[in-house]
């Protein structure tokens, strides 16, 4: 059954299974392969199915789409196609991008890495296992708003310094940093600069060398591209290091037949994105600054990250006395599907380390709902969140032992 595929960037989807529309509120975990996606995918996945690395013809045709896309992806980002690898997603480009910078940075007698304490685990467990194997890492405070300035990576470089790895958009509360300037301070440091740029691939503008940026990671799947496919950016003359051995795919740095189909809905999904990214920026955040006015007014709750400095398409809020959880369950009974944090966090009972990090205490950080807007959702999207959140809260607080005793006044609000 297929549904919901875009088939015009007109904001209004259309649905071509009949029926009730599902509001779908969970674009920072994952989108809906765009119909332009896949339509430039398709003769991949059917008659051009040579390998690239094959010398006869239809091997060759997929040599040049592979080639014609990292020429294309390199164009968008402000970067040349060799400095394009691809791979199989966001995950995989962090941890490349990390263990380039470490090897980079040791045969330098440098080991200290600067990251942040509410990075995506793909850069925060890779951070770990360097830790393990003797590099110093600081992790600095990102504090309330979620966001980490320039000078605050400035002060934290030391003269064993190899890497400062930030990401530019936060997937849980959708703080924005300032990455141009975080660039060319490590520029001038001569320390390598990387950033985990999935969230903001096909949202905010990308340049790497206008913003300084050494290593940049892009997903597919969170712009309307094919899951299980991604790029790393690594600037010339900076030596990639190689995490899967085998053929000399990828100029030897990535073995692997390519995924060309995935390679090429990739570069139609993201030409697309950049294309209408002003007008669905100003369209979505629309949306999202009426979703925030709205859920503001629940009584005790905050919204999580800066106000301003955020992705047009993010509201993150927590609300006190509930668990994110049950909320979720309860919207997801009235079609509508959102978020208590990340996909990765899910599931599992500890709170979100986003939310710890900007300094939401335990029973708070657990009362957390996240929704991602896209130009695909519409007004009455708005208006459905708008009417079953706070009923939704409210029932759950008429339920919560915790709620009551804030009510009686026996344990002070946090919010
Ligand atoms: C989704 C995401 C990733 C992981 O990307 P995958 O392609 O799912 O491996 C990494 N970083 C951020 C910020 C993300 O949102």
Redesign the pocket.
Known sequence: MLYCYRTEWNHKRKVINMGERPIYLDH?ATTALSKTALDAMLPFLTEVYGNPSSLHTPGQKAKEALETAREALATMIGATPREITFNS????G?NQALRTAAIWGKKQGKTHIISTAFE?H?VLHTLEQLGREGFEITLLDVHESGLVSAEEVRAAIRPDTCLVSV?YAN?EIGTVQPIAEIGAVCREKGVLFHT?A??AAGHLPIDVKAQNVDLL?I?A??FHGPKGV?LLYCRKGIPLATLVEGGAQERGKRAGTENVAGIVGMAAALRDAVDHMEENAAYVGSLRDKLIEGLGKIPHCALNGDRDARLPGNVSFCFEGIEGESLLLLLDMKGIYASSGSACTSGSLEPSHVLLAIGRPHEVAHGSLRLTLDAENTEEDVNAVLQWVPWAVERLRGMSPVWQKLEAGEEAFLL
């Open positions: 920072a997603g966001g995950s995989e962090d995506h793909a990401m997937n985990d999935v969230q990671t997903s799947h969170k991604g």
